[in-house]
Nanobody, 127 residues
Framework: QVQVVESGGGSVQAGGSLRLSCAAS????????MGWFRQAPGKEREGVAA???????RYTDSVKGRFTISQDNAKNTLYLEMNSLKPEDTAMYYC?????????????????????WGQGTQVTVSS
């Protein structure tokens, strides 16, 4: 199993930036994907970005060009750099370990099964 702890959320105005961090521990060596998904009140869960163990990335269309996912394998830490934030980015953001083969929740557009997510970190963007 993988344990993750997210941090870095906050409140910003539209156009601002935030960097989310995710500290991972446990069976990280066997993890194929690490990624982020988000969920706003009353809305469905949405995959945001994922990075595989080879460094390949994928993003949901609405964040392409604005968000960047990266990882520091030496520190077992995942990041999500978010720029040009919009009010519609407001949500709880969750970091999760994932697999192409199975898990708890499937991000269809990204082709990633997510599993083992944390408590989330809130991102609020005001207009």
């Amino acid at each position: 199993q993988v344990q993750v702890v997210e941090s870095g959320g906050g409140s910003v105005q539209a156009g601002g930036s935030l960097r989310l961090s995710c500290a991972a521990s446990g069976s990280t060596d066997s993890t194929y994907y690490m990624g982020w998904f988000r969920q706003a009140p009353g809305k469905e869960r949405e995959g945001v970005a994922a990075i595989d163990k080879y460094g390949g990335t994928r993003y949901t269309d609405s964040v392409k060009g604005r968000f960047t996912i990266s990882q520091d394998n030496a520190k077992n830490t995942l990041y999500l750099e978010m720029n040009s934030l919009k009010p519609e980015d407001t949500a709880m953001y969750y970091c999760a370990a994932g697999s192409p083969f199975g898990g708890t929740w499937y991000w269809k557009d990204g082709g990633v099964w997510f599993d083992y997510w944390g408590q989330g970190t809130q991102v609020t963007v005001s207009s």
